[in-house]
């Protein structure tokens, strides 16, 4: 073997030494202390908010008099009239049964995915094709559940399962409290169960076994032999750690289902512009947020004393590459995302030349040659049209725009801001003394105040509050995005490989999280225009948002699976970007931070 070679096979893995599991112990107190000191603050300014919410003088005329004043305005719903407490305690009640469900899947589909991956990692180690190819196309799947989004998985499920072959309900739940003779059905919630249960545990199945898999692998080229216990506590920091999630996509598929939990009552009341509601379902949520951490701190903790962390970087190691095929793939599925862009450069092209304006025009076209509304694609209209007779085909290239660049602005925006301050935070992260990761975790208070409530949430008590135009979207997604790409960057500035340090720093790491945040951004601004709470003249969600108001959601294919294309594969082009960037840094964790 050469000496170049040599130098590429890492050392022995080194197990803590009593410094560091007395600083695993440190940071797992003082991150305890930072995280509830960071709900107390998250209270307080939605406290405050509310607060100014009631002074705005929202409050219903219907209301009595006592029930008009602070704090009793907030203590009871302005449209059902019901006491906060008990609309809560029973959205808990049902969201605790999916979260449950979802959470048991999740322990059996993981497990398998996990030693199935290994499994096929170390045959990998073989370099025969079929191997490689077994492990390409795991990868692949994994990808694609990623940027699946939950309601599409939701929809899919839907249509295939339930509306064709009639096999689960398309929705709504079944109570175990209601029995036919007395007795509690639990066959029946687990039947209701099945369909949002699998939609909910998908995407974080995904994440997290793909996380999983590259730490356990690295720990694997470290000679750690206890890969069970080590696996253990690796998933129980990324399951809990992804609490905010797990809520996010909670909302979504209680929404989907009809399911009356505490996303659907968020929802719900947002609309409505029930106040009090919201304000009340969004800190239970930070409530749960935090427990989830809190939990996921202590997994971290464990897996801190037990062995050094697995991304430690040691100069005499260099970080394995992706293989040139991979890299290029990654880069290949880009080109989806910049087609979108491209589509609505073209589109204003098309609308001067070829296509009839009053016909084809995304916002007030109108074909009255049509007898039906909606109709199937035709000649003239390759993909359709929707209820309102408009060209589908010229909504789609018109959205690409519209749905493209509010986040990627978000996501600019946010790494500008989150590479000074996870700089900073790594920087000082990297001494590995008390002293340092406590200055270092204190000057992430701000984030973590931001990361226990899910953006996805906030965005919704945003748009109950005030309408929202797509700047104040934008702008909203930078506060919420800045704080998960201060951690990622933190987390690339900490175990940037020895021998490109600087490059990953300062070049890898930052392109990496403006694809990832704009992959979130994209994910929950689309979201939000799926639920037509964004003042936009046309987007892929709001195309989708058009289509279920109009009822033929679930009835006319069409209309639906070319925006559900366009949405998806834009957040696989950007998800397999960032990761692809992501790997020649070797990082189990950066955008780990992006998607919990």
């Known amino acids: 073997m050469d000496q170049s070679a040599a130098s590429a096979v890492p050392p022995p893995a080194t197990l803590a030494s009593s410094g560091e599991r007395r600083l695993a112990v440190i940071q797992f107190f003082r991150r305890v202390v930072i995280l509830l000191i960071a709900y107390l603050i998250l209270r307080t300014v939605l406290g405050g908010w509310a607060y100014a919410t009631y002074s705005t003088g929202n409050v219903p005329p219907q209301l009595t008099a006592s029930q008009r004043e602070w704090p009793e305005a907030f203590e009871i719903s302005w449209v059902s009239r019901r006491p906060i407490a008990d609309i809560v305690v029973g959205g808990w009640y049902f969201s605790a049964w999916l979260s449950g469900a979802a959470f048991t899947l999740s322990l059996c589909i993981v497990p398998v995915a996990v030693a199935g991956g290994l499994a096929v990692h170390r045959m990998t180690a073989r370099g025969t094709r079929v191997h490689t190819i077994l492990r390409a196309a795991g990868r692949v799947w994994l990808y694609l559940q990623i940027a699946w989004p939950p309601i599409i998985a939701g929809l899919t499920l839907l249509l295939i399962l339930a509306v064709g072959l009639h096999l689960f309900p398309a929705g709504q739940a079944a109570d175990p409290r209601v029995s036919r003779a007395g007795e509690i059905l639990l066959s029946d919630r687990l039947y209701h169960l099945v369909l949002p249960a699998l939609a909910m545990a998908l995407m974080p199945c995904a994440v997290i076994t793909l996380t999983v898999i590259r ?25 809990f750690g992804m609490a905010a999630g797990w809520l996010a996509i909670q909302i979504l598929v209680e929404t989907i289902f009809t399911y009356p939990g505490l996303g659907l009552q968020l929802l719900n009341a ?44 040691t100069p005499s190691v260099q970080s394995p590459q992706p293989t040139r095929r991979w890299t290029l793939a990654g880069l290949i599925v880009l080109i989806i995302p910049l087609c979108a862009l491209l589509s609505s450069l073209i589109h204003p092209m098309l609308m001067n030349t070829v296509w009839d304006r009053d016909i084809f025009d995304p916002i007030t076209g109108f074909d009255v040659s049509l007898s039906d509304y909606p109709s199937p694609p035709s000649a003239t209209h390759a993909l359709g049209t929707d209820p309102m007779s408009r060209d589908i085909l010229s909504q789609l290239m018109f959205s690409g725009a519209s749905s493209l660049v509010p986040p990627l602005n978000s996501a600019f925006a946010a790494l500008l801001i989150g590479v000074v301050f996870g700089g900073l935070s790594g920087a000082l992260a990297a001494r590995r003394s008390w002293w340092a990761e406590t200055l270092s975790d204190v000057l992430l208070l701000p984030a973590d105040i931001g990361l226990l409530v899910p953006p996805l949430a906030m965005l919704m008590l945003l748009a109950a509050s005030t309408e929202v135009s797509v700047p104040g979207v934008t702008a909203a997604m930078v506060v919420l995005l800045a704080p998960r790409v201060s951690y990622a960057y933190r987390s690339f500035w900490v175990d940037a490989p020895a021998d490109h340090a600087w490059r990953t720093r300062l070049l890898i790491g930052p392109a990496a999280l403006l694809l990832g945040g704009a992959f979130v951004g994209l994910w929950n601004i689309e979201t939000l225009n799926f639920f037509g709470m964004v003042n936009v003249r046309m987007s892929w969600g709001l195309m989708l948002w058009f289509t279920q108001q109009a009822g033929y959601l679930l009835r006319s294919s069409w209309m639906i699976w070319a925006p559900v294309f366009a949405w998806w594969a834009s957040l696989l082009g950007l998800s397999l970007g960032a990761d692809t960037l992501n790997r020649y840094a070797h990082n189990a964790d950066a955008l780990f931070h992006l998607s919990r």
């Open 215 to 239: 730490v356990l692998t690295h720990d694997a080229a470290y000679g750690v032999k206890n890969l069970l216990g080590n696996g253990l506590l690796v998933w129980g920091e990324r399951s």
């Open 270 to 313: 947002s609309i409505t512009e029930d106040y009090p509601v919201v304000f009340a379902v969004v800190t239970v949520m930070a409530l749960m947020v935090l427990i989830g951490r809190l939990i996921a701190e202590a997994f971290g903790a464990l897996r801190r004393v037990v062995n050094m962390p697995a991304n430690s970087s």
